[in-house]
């Protein structure tokens, strides 16, 4: 079936520095997406989402972008801390339903 | 307010056994959504119910069931439980506006042995 699916399956970066987690995805009908991050036993948690008539939003820190030519997505961190350490999940869905389709996700680490 | 609640947070059971796992909702939050963490096969999504009523439904066997109350409480059951049954089940919760929104619990740690 159709899937979304990450590039990387883990990233590490240097304190401070920008980090860029990338994701693909193949259903054509999806409109919604969204970034999650995931902590070592804890539940997913919202970062930032974008519908598919935008291609960037900008949240605290955090970008998305969102090009639907190739179908592509991706999450920028600004400064990265070690608090962001953790996975991260892209997934997708279409604002007339309620179903997610998550990536594999992605490790972020970031070294001190 | 208060978050996304699922109880019990770890769980071991025997193969063959059966279990229910509940999640209680962000208050004002009528559509729970299940999903099942593991890392071979990532977040997949189990069912979703809305109003009482199953709205949605992932690609599971009928061994995986569920059921929501009038106070949007819900719950899912799994029967004759299997070894591959081992995982992470994440129950979110989503606002009355903003169906995509979803908000997850911290799960539910189930170990088949």
């Known amino acids: 079936g159709e899937s979304v699916g990450l590039h990387l399956p883990t990233l590490s970066v240097q304190e401070g520095d920008n980090s860029i987690i990338n994701c693909a995805y193949s259903?054509?009908?999806?409109?919604?997406f969204i970034w999650y991050k995931q902590e070592s036993g804890k539940g997913p948690q919202f970062i930032i989402d974008i519908r598919s008539n935008m291609d960037k939003r900008q949240g605290q820190r955090v970008t998305v972008l969102l090009n639907k030519t190739v179908k592509h997505l991706s999450l920028q961190i600004a400064a990265t801390q070690p608090g962001d350490s953790a996975v991260y999940f892209c997934a997708e869905g279409e604002t007339s339903g309620s179903r997610l389709t998550f990536g594999e996700g992605t490790q972020l680490t970031v070294n001190p | 307010k208060a978050g996304v609640t699922q109880t019990p947070r770890y769980l071991i059971k025997t193969r063959g056994q059966q279990v229910t796992l509940s999640c209680s909702p962000i208050?004002?939050?009528?559509?729970v959504s299940w999903y099942q963490q593991t890392p071979g096969q990532g977040l997949q999504f189990l069912f979703e119910?809305?109003?009482?009523?199953?709205?949605n439904k992932g690609n599971f066997p009928g061994r995986f069931s569920g059921r929501q109350f009038s106070n949007s409480r819900s719950e899912m059951n799994v029967s004759t439980l299997e070894l591959g049954d081992s995982a992470l089940y994440l129950c979110?919760?989503?606002?009355?506006?903003?169906?995509?929104?979803?908000?997850f619990g911290p799960g539910t740690r189930l170990t088949v042995l």
């Open positions: 259903n054509s009908a999806s409109d919604y």
């Open positions: 979110a919760s989503s606002p009355p506006d903003s169906y995509n929104e979803q908000f």
């Open positions: 208050s004002g939050h009528r559509s």
């Open positions: 119910y809305f109003s009482e009523t199953q709205r």
